[in-house]
């Protein structure tokens, strides 16, 4: 089983930055794909990025130009650096991953962060 553990959440003014960490770690598992979601206070929980595991990306319309997923395949890690951060990227993001245990797929969730972007 695979387990998320999240970092790098704080408060932050608009039109600053923050880079969200995420490190997978378990044995016996194998990753498909790696992301960040977030959910706001109201509202779905909604996907934010997702990087698969042969290097693939994509974004959510509304954070494309500045935000970037990226990953270290050596530590496990995912990285979402947020740039030019706006008041509506207010949320607690989650990490998640897809991954096979055997011959069964699964997906894991981190326990959230929370992004808060104010003056």
């Known amino acids: 089983q695979v387990q998320l553990v999240e970092s790098g959440g704080g408060l932050v003014q608009p039109g600053g930055s923050l880079r969200l960490s995420c490190a997978a770690s378990g044995s016996g598992s194998s990753i498909i794909a790696m992301g960040w979601y977030r959910q706001a206070p109201g509202k779905q929980r909604e996907l934010v990025a997702r990087?698969?595991?042969?290097?693939?990306?994509n974004y959510a319309d509304s954070v494309k130009g500045r935000f970037t997923i990226s990953r270290d395949s050596a530590k496990n890690t995912v990285y979402l650096q947020m740039n030019s951060l706006k008041p509506e990227d207010t949320a607690v993001y989650y990490c998640n991953a897809d991954y096979w245990y055997g011959f069964v797929r699964k997906t894991s969730w981190g326990q959230g962060t929370q992004v808060t972007v104010s003056s």
């Open positions: 990087i698969t595991s042969t290097g693939s990306t």
